[in-house]
């Protein structure tokens, strides 16, 4: 951070904010709740798929909070076995969650000058869905609120394998009520919230051709490296020295969190130094 | 359900694979953070890492919708719109769901 009084300030109302506040855990999870039917219901399917393939319910249950990671435990619990194939499983996920590389390193700007041990506990929890919401929470965006998305899912997730495990079927078909459309339909919707003006469309337009290519070309999720790899290129391409100016700003503007959580009276500090400068 | 299945039972060989599953995506996870946090403020990088979640999430969403079919794509497209016009994540979402629903009632998939 070069703004002199910036870091000043950030450390002056960092002791008081806290980085997992109660309430901003709960307005985190609130903010997943649109996601309530589809998590239940998909979790459930997992329950009755990990029930045929021979986990028990604690053990898919464990894996639901050890791992937290809904496509890539599909994945692996269609691929279990009585000898369970661990290196493929593990191989499998590791290629699945690929993105998980790229959706940490989106997330520096919630965790700005937090401490090692907020980035150690705060980074488990993180889906792709609690993440997109707090990615377009532009003046909230806090690791309480990722992590009290990721608390409410995780929740509702294990609810949905317990259900779907001791039901063993009779779940209502996602496709049906287009629960499975869901996740598609929030991603979408975020995108929208991702603006910020004029230097993304053409790493948009980049993420999304890439990722079409990709969706034709290349085996399971490889798509989201391709349309992402694809929007990095464009951007590192298409910067130019003054966008600094705009890329700035942007980053400011997720550091409003302070603004936010610090204390009643202390909140006008931020806006009194950047008049100033 | 002929036998009532074994809720409790943890064998060894199923809780390592599974602590290799959580260990492979918690240090991608925390790995991508502590590079970006390695990475320059300022600059190009900052730049790159600025357009990074959309691309991401863009890279998410439009293969499935693809996977949808038609009726996926003409969901897909009344959610931004719905969300460009009334800012609304319930609003986009139920549109969206609403018009894959009634399609695969009427048109199928």
């Known amino acids: 951070m070069s703004r002199p009084g910036q870091t000043e300030n950030q450390t002056k ?33 997992l329950g009755v798929l990990a029930a045929q393939r021979g986990l028990s319910l604690g053990e898919l249950l464990f894996m639901s909070l050890a791992v937290f990671a809904g496509s890539a435990q599909f994945v692996s619990v269609d691929l279990w076995r009585e000898t369970i194939p661990s290196a493929t499983i593990i191989i499998a996920t590791a290629v699945i969650n690929m993105r998980y590389v790229l959706i940490g390193a989106s997330l520096r700007p919630v965790f700005r000058g937090r401490p090692l041990w907020v980035k150690v506990t705060g980074m488990h929890m ?17 690791p309480g609120f990722l992590l009290g998305g990721g608390m409410f899912l995780g929740v509702v997730w294990a ?48 993420a999304a051709i890439g990722s079409i290519i990709g969706h034709y070309t290349l085996p399971g999720t490889w798509s989201i490296l391709a349309g992402a790899g694809a929007g990095v290129a464009v951007a590192a391409l298409t910067w130019r020295e003054d966008m600094d100016d705009d890329s ?21 500090i931020t806006p009194a130094t950047e008049t100033g400068k | 359900m002929t036998q009532f299945p074994d809720l409790t039972s943890f064998s060894g060989e199923a809780v390592l694979t599974i602590l290799g599953m959580a260990a492979v995506t918690y240090g991608m996870r925390l790995g991508g953070l502590l590079m970006a946090d390695r990475l320059p403020q300022h600059g190009r990088w900052a730049h790159v890492l600025e357009r990074l979640p959309g691309a991401v999430l863009i890279s998410v ?9 038609a009726i996926g794509i003409a969901g897909a497209a009344a959610t931004v719109i719905t969300m460009a016009l009334a800012r609304n994540l319930f609003a986009a979402m139920a549109v969206g769901m609403v018009l894959v629903g009634v399609g695969r009632c009427f048109i199928g998939s």
């Not at chain 1, 002791?15 to 979790?43: E, K, V, W």
């Not at chain 1, 993180?126 to 806090?142: G, R």
């Not at chain 1, 700003?249 to 909140?267: C, L, M, N, S, W």
Request: proline share 6%.
């Open chain 2, 61 to 69: 969403w439009v293969p499935s919708a693809l996977s949808a079919g």
């Open chain 1, 248 to 268: 700035l700003e942007a980053e400011f503007a997720v550091e409003g969190r302070d603004a936010y959580i610090a204390p009643e009276g202390t909140a006008d």
């Open chain 1, 13 to 45: 109302t960092q002791p008081h904010a806290g980085h997992f506040d109660s309430d901003t855990i709960r307005r985190g999870a609130l903010a997943c709740m649109p996601l309530l039917p589809s998590t239940i219901i998909f979790g459930a399917v």
């Open chain 1, 126 to 142: 993180v889906a792709d869905e609690n993440w997109a919401v707090s990615m377009t929470q532009k003046d909230l965006a806090n």
């Open chain 1, 159 to 206: 609810t949905g394998n317990t259900v779907g495990y001791l039901l063993g079927g009779g779940i209502p078909d996602p496709e049906v009520y287009a629960l499975d459309f869901a996740f598609t339909a929030v991603f979408a919707a975020l995108t929208i919230g991702m603006w910020k003006g004029r230097v993304d469309l053409l790493p948009w337009i980049a």
